[in-house]
């Protein structure tokens, strides 16, 4: 018999963040957790994890060498598939979930059986957890199909989707560095139905320090990458194309500012 939900978080160098964010999974049901690291200086310890951890399960597996987050979400994917579970979800070192997140998502999506990804909105948060803004996506198949040319319609670790989609899209794409997450979801949306919970379940940090700021233009570039992949004539291609281009010239803390202008 299939197990219900694995949550699968990889990990480097951020041990601190990563007991945090175990810490906020508040479930009425068993919630087990896979754990790549990748390449870490110092490794996480798997017991002192499964003390602080009364949840579920956790397990870990340590890359021997830092490979980049793509390749470390392929391996837990890899692992999780020898599992046998029914759904996959995803969370991030430092960003924190909202009280039974998983169990509200896993109803949704076995009352709509149609639906194979499900990701929810978020409180976005600075790195002292003080609220900037809620990020309100579009929750319909139809709207999220549009608008996936324009930016990542989905909070990353915000997302549980059905284990089905391993056997149907396959993994996390690896040539689009710092956007694996927009080409996956990209690929998934563009076969299977999709869709966001309008509720916030999570919050998720913005950090200096993270990926999608330190590495932002060449994040940018990736989409752009991602979007011509996918390109077709229509308003929504050509609107992200010109878009994301633009946004090679605009910094983060930019982007940020006006998103908290115009949600408040």
Sequence with gaps: MA???IVLIPHYNNIIELIESISSIDEEIKIDVHIVDDGSAIKPNLRELQKKYTQGDISLNCLQKNVGIEYALNAGLEDIEKLDYDYIARLDCGDLNIKNKYADQINYLEQHPDVFLLGTWADIVDVDCNFLYTLKLPTSYHEIKRKMYLNNMFVHPSVVFRSEVLLKIGHYPT???????????????????????????????????????????KQVKSRIRIILAHFKIGFYPIYGLIRNILLLTVSRKVTTFFKKKITH
């Design 3 to 5: 197990k219900k939900i």
């Design 175 to 217: 040539n689009y560095k710092a956007a694996e997450d927009y080409g996956y979801f990209f690929n998934i949306v563009k076969e299977l139905k999709s869709e966001n919970l309008p509720k916030v379940y999570l919050k998720y940090k913005i950090d200096p320090k993270s990926i999608s700021s330190t590495k932002r233009r």
